[in-house]
């Protein structure tokens, strides 16, 4: 397992859920507890420039690889992608944290991870003290409000989803790739954003054709089981507290009113835009630290 040097301080080892499933998890500090999900086509890496300082702040840091993602498992699929559905990833999360010794915790989740934790939030909102979704609207909001700017701005979201083995394929010919021109296309092109050693650690980890296919999986969950588990929840509002950072100059942030949207899915929002694109916690680090820690504080006073 590569990357240790990044985290300097962070615990690094294999934790294995009662599923049977093993995931990565990297943790540091002392205090109440924040898990940090990461997204696609990454890992928990790229919390490596804000996870360190939530531990000076005072707050346990728990950095897991999704399941089908860097250095954790990647289980086989079935015909209803329901081992990638965002009900199995959120199952992984709670389960890893009651492994831990935390009944409640604070969660932050980027692009997919964010999508993770809406589905933790759900199926888990007694445990969860507090939510913050960067750079995300709901999927099935995504979905249904498609058109030509979307799809042109989200393809991957049409082409990950086709059957197998056609995306894996194609991915797979040149993964480094197709890997970087994601991270270029979403941080509108802004190379300081990413640590060398950090994209290093991406493509060490999606070159792998297990990783292609289960994040393919993931996205094909996201077209079809986690709808349905979305339409289950139609009109049921999100209790705690729910922050909502997203980069203006992205695709979420060019296409949707943001803090609306997410007025629809929770009772309280606070939102906010971040001078940058996709790719918040490398592209505005200091920002996204400090509006997580400003939220996290806020609501660990509260209780």
């Given at each position: 397992?590569?990357?240790?040097?990044?985290?300097?301080?962070?615990?690094?080892?294999?934790?294995?859920l009662?599923?049977?499933?093993s995931?990565?998890?990297?943790?540091?500090?002392?205090?109440?507890?924040?898990?940090?999900?990461?997204?696609?086509?990454?890992?928990?890496l790229?919390?490596?420039?804000?996870?360190?300082?939530?531990?000076?702040?005072?707050?346990?840091?728990?950095?897991?690889?999704?399941?089908?993602?860097?250095d954790?498992?990647?289980p086989?699929?079935?015909?209803?992608?329901?081992?990638?559905?965002?009900?199995?990833?959120?199952?992984?999360?709670?389960?890893?944290?009651?492994?831990?010794?935390?009944?409640?915790?604070?969660?932050?989740?980027h692009?997919?991870?964010?999508?993770v934790?809406?589905?933790?939030?759900?199926?888990?909102?007694d445990?969860?003290?507090?939510?913050?979704f960067?750079?995300?609207?709901?999927?099935?909001?995504?979905?249904?409000?498609?058109?030509?700017?979307?799809?042109?701005?989200?393809?991957?979201?049409?082409?990950?989803?086709?059957?197998?083995?056609?995306?894996?394929?194609?991915?797979?010919?040149?993964?480094?790739?197709?890997?970087?021109?994601?991270?270029?296309a979403?941080?509108?092109?802004?190379?300081?954003?990413?640590?060398?050693?950090?994209?290093?650690?991406y493509?060490?980890?999606?070159?792998d054709?297990?990783?292609?296919?289960?994040?393919?999986?993931?996205?094909?969950a996201?077209?079809t089981?986690?709808?349905?588990?979305?339409?289950?929840?139609?009109?049921?509002?999100?209790?705690?507290p729910?922050?909502?950072?997203?980069?203006?100059?992205?695709?979420?942030g060019?296409?949707?009113?943001?803090?609306?949207?997410?007025?629809?899915?929770?009772?309280?929002?606070?939102?906010?835009?971040?001078?940058?694109?996709h790719?918040?916690?490398?592209e505005?680090?200091?920002e996204?630290?400090?509006?997580?820690l400003?939220?996290?504080c806020?609501?660990?006073?509260?209780?």
């Open positions: 397992m590569g990357g240790r040097y990044m985290l300097d301080g962070f615990d690094d080892h294999k934790v294995t009662p599923s049977g499933i995931l990565r998890v990297r943790q540091a500090g002392v205090g109440p507890a924040i898990v940090l999900i990461h997204g696609y086509p990454q890992t928990h790229c919390w490596h420039k804000v996870a360190p300082s939530l531990v000076a702040a005072g707050f346990k840091v728990i950095l897991p690889d999704l399941r089908g993602y860097g954790s498992d990647k086989p699929s079935d015909a209803n992608h329901s081992p990638y559905s965002k009900r199995a990833m959120a199952t992984d999360i709670a389960e890893l944290m009651t492994i831990l010794g935390h009944d409640q915790f604070c969660v932050a989740g692009d997919r991870g964010a999508r934790a809406h589905r933790l939030a759900r199926d888990y909102g445990r969860i003290k507090a939510v913050s960067l750079d995300i609207a709901p999927t099935e909001y995504m979905y249904a409000q498609t058109d030509q700017r979307f799809a042109t701005a989200y393809y991957h979201w049409f082409f990950l989803i086709q059957s197998a083995p056609f995306p894996e394929t194609l991915i797979g010919h040149d993964p480094d790739y197709y890997l970087n021109s994601k991270l270029k979403w941080s509108k092109d802004i190379p300081a954003a990413f640590d060398p050693a950090a994209v290093k650690e493509m060490r980890c999606f070159r054709p297990a990783c292609i296919h289960a994040t393919c999986e993931d996205y094909r996201a077209a089981i986690d709808l349905e588990h979305d339409r289950v929840d139609a009109g049921t509002k999100l209790s705690m729910v922050q909502v950072l997203w980069g203006e100059n992205g695709v979420v060019t296409l949707y009113d943001v803090p609306k949207v997410w007025g629809q899915y929770a009772k309280t929002v606070e939102a906010k835009a971040l001078a940058c694109g790719f918040l916690p490398e505005a680090p200091k996204t630290l400090a509006h997580l400003n939220f996290f806020g609501t660990h006073k509260q209780k």
